[in-house]
């Protein structure tokens, strides 16, 4: 099944995005603070995935040509 895992990783990122938004208007007790960090850690590692994704589907496809190419040859 082909899926665009980019777009989900950018839906993600802005769930985080929006998640600490709300956050930071409802505004939090200081013992619960940490919540906002779990939503930048959140944005952060969805940047990296939307950084990462295409390089590794890349990666991949290089992979498999490579290995259909050592197939059809031997």
Do not use: H
């Not at 980019?6 to 839906?11: E, K």
């Not at 952060?44 to 498999?64: D, N």
Request: hydrophobic letters at 55%.
């Amino acid at each position: 099944m082909k899926t665009n895992d980019v777009r989900i990783a950018v839906a993600g990122t802005a769930a985080w995005a929006v998640a600490l938004v709300v956050l930071l208007i409802v505004g939090l007790p200081s013992d619960d603070r940490w919540w906002l960090w779990v939503c930048v850690a959140g944005i952060g590692i969805g940047l990296f995935g939307i950084w990462y994704i295409p390089r590794l589907q890349a990666a991949r496809a290089r992979q498999e040509a490579a290995r259909r190419e050592r197939e059809t040859a031997g």
